[in-house]
């Protein structure tokens, strides 16, 4: 069983920074990919940030090179340092890990930014 616990989320105010973190814990074998979503009030879960096992990063159009997604592979963690932070990236934030045929969920962390 795998387990991912997601961190660092909380109140910011526009223009502040958040790292967020996702441990994943349970049988000790290494992801594909790993990943950041996030779900506003009243919307679709969308794609924030992913990487791979080899490091290749993609982003979501709306980060424009505000946020940076890292991994440590040995601890399969994953870690998402948000910058410039907007109230529109006010969400839950939801930890993703991909191995072949299964994906894992985190339970999410609120991300509010005020203005």
């Known amino acids: 069983q795998v387990q991912l616990v997601e961190s660092g989320g909380g109140l910011v105010q526009a223009g502040g920074s958040l790292k967020l973190s996702c441990a994943a814990s349970g049988r000790a074998l290494s992801f594909n990919a790993m990943g950041w979503y996030r779900q506003a009030p009243g919307k679709q879960r969308e794609l924030v940030a992913t990487i791979s096992s080899g490091g290749t990063t993609n982003y979501a159009d709306f980060v424009q090179g505000r946020f940076t997604i890292s991994r440590d592979g040995a601890k399969n963690t994953v870690f998402l340092l948000m910058n410039s932070l907007k109230p529109e990236d006010t969400a839950v934030y939801y930890c993703?890990?991909?191995?072949?045929?299964?994906?894992?969920w985190g339970q999410g962390t609120q991300v509010t930014v005020s203005s």
């Open positions: 993703n890990a991909v191995r072949p045929f299964l994906t894992y």
